[in-house]
C-alpha cells in the first residue's frame, strides 16, 4: 500500500532549528526533522530537549556548514550548540549488530525511507520534510504507520520486535520511557519481546543506561509510570536490582503502599523543573530500608540507604561531584527537627552539615514528606527549620557562614607554647564546640583565654 504524504503544518519551528535547515537546505542536501518532535508535534503536546534533524548531507559536509559544532565520528551525529540543541544525524542504515550495544558499521548514503526504518519504534519513525519553511509548511512522512499507531496510543517497535531488541537493549528502556510518558498501550508482540530480551539489558554500558534513566526522571509527567513499567516487563531487577527489591517491603505510613511505591511517589513529589539530582536521590533515598527492618523500624537505614546508592552511582559512572551530593543527602535525610531546638542546636545541625548540599537535602526531605502524606504539620516545621538556619547563616556567625574559627593551631602553639600533636586538635574542638554554643565568644582574645584556662 502506497500512503500519499501528508501535508503537516510546524507553526512555531525555533528560528535555530530554521536556521539549521536553511543551511543544509541552501547547500543543496535534502533535511528533515524527526524524532521526537514530530511525534510531539502530532499529539500537540509541546516539545522539550533537543530538536532532532536527519540529512541526506555525510557527517564531513555538516560539520563543515556549521563550524563550532560538535561532531560524533563514528555514528556521524553533529550536535550544534545554544539552545535549543539540533543534532543532526546523516541518514543511515546500520550493519550488524554483534555486541547488542553498537553497530558493526554504519553505511551513509541511502534514502530518507531507509533511514527511518532503522529506527526503535514506528512512533519515531516519522519525518517531516520542509516545503515553505517560512509558513512552516511540509509533509509527513510515515513509512512504517507510526501516525496510526500513535492515534491508536500504541508503541510497536519497527520491523521484527527480536530483532530490533536483539541489535540494541537499550531499547528496551525506552520502550518504557516513551510508554510511560505518553501513556501507550504495548503491541503485545512487541511486549513479549521486551520480557524475553529483560536480561540482555545487562549488555547494555552503563553510559547508556544512565543516561535513559536520567531521562526517564527528568519526564514532565510522573516518572513512576515508566519504571513502573520498568519493572513490570523485568527489567527494573536487572538495572536497579536494589531498587526492585524494595517492593513488598512493608511500610506504615499515612498512605498505603511499600518501600517501592513510597520511592517512586517521592521521585513523583519533586518537579521536573528542579535540579535532577533531586529526583535521582528522591528515587534511591531509601534503598537501606531492604536489609534494615526490624521490629517495624528501619533503624539506620539512611547509612545502608547512602552506602547502596553509593553503589549504584559509581556502577552508573554518575559524575563523582553529583554521586556526593545524592549520597550526602540520602545519609542526612533522617534529622528530627522540632520547635525546641535551641538556637545553639541550630548551629550545630549546620556544621553536622558541613559540606552536604543543604538545599538538595532539604528538597529530598520536602518530597519524602510528600510521599509519606505528613501533610501540611511536617511542610510547616521544614519551613521553620530553614528560616531558623537562614537566620543563623545572616548573623554571619562566621564559623558557620565562612567555618572560620577566629584563631588556629598555630595561635596555640605561639601563644601557648603547646607542641604541635592531637592535643591541638582536641583543643580546636572545645573551642569550635563554645562558638556555636555562643557566638560572641569567636574572638582571638577571648578563645585564647579559653584555652589557656583549659
Ligand atoms: P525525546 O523527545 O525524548 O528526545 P526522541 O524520540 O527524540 O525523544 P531521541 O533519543 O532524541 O528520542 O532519539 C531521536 C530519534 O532517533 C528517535 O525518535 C528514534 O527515531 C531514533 N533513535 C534514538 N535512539 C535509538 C535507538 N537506540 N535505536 C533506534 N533508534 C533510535
Ligand atoms: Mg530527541
Redesign the pocket.
Known sequence: MRVMPAELVFPDLPERVREVIRTLGDAGHEVAI????V??RLIGLA?R??W?AATAARPEEVASLFPGATWENRFGTVTIGAEPLV?VTSYRAEGTYRDRRRPEEVRFGVSLTEDLE???FTI??MAWLPMDLDAGRGTLVDPVGGQTDLDARILRAVGEPRERFAE?A??LI?AARFAGRLGLTMDPATEQAIREAAPTVETVSAERVRDELM?ILALDATPSVAIGILERLGLLVVILPELAALRGVPQSKAVPGDALDHSLAAVDAAAATDPPELRLAALLHDLGKATTLRDGHFIGHEDVSAVLAANVLLRLRVPRALADSVVGAIRHHMYDYDSAWTDAAVRRFVRRLDGIDRDLLFALRRADNAASGVGPAGEANQDELEARIAEQLEAEHALLVDRRLAIDGHDLQRELGMPPGPEIGAVLDRLTELVLDDPTQNRRDILLDHARRR
Request: net charge neutral; hydrophobic share 20%.
Open positions: 524527526v524524532g521526537g518532535a511525534r510531539d516539545h530537549g533537543e532532532d543534532e532503522r529506527r526503535d519515531n519513525a540494541d537499550l531499547r525506552r531521562r
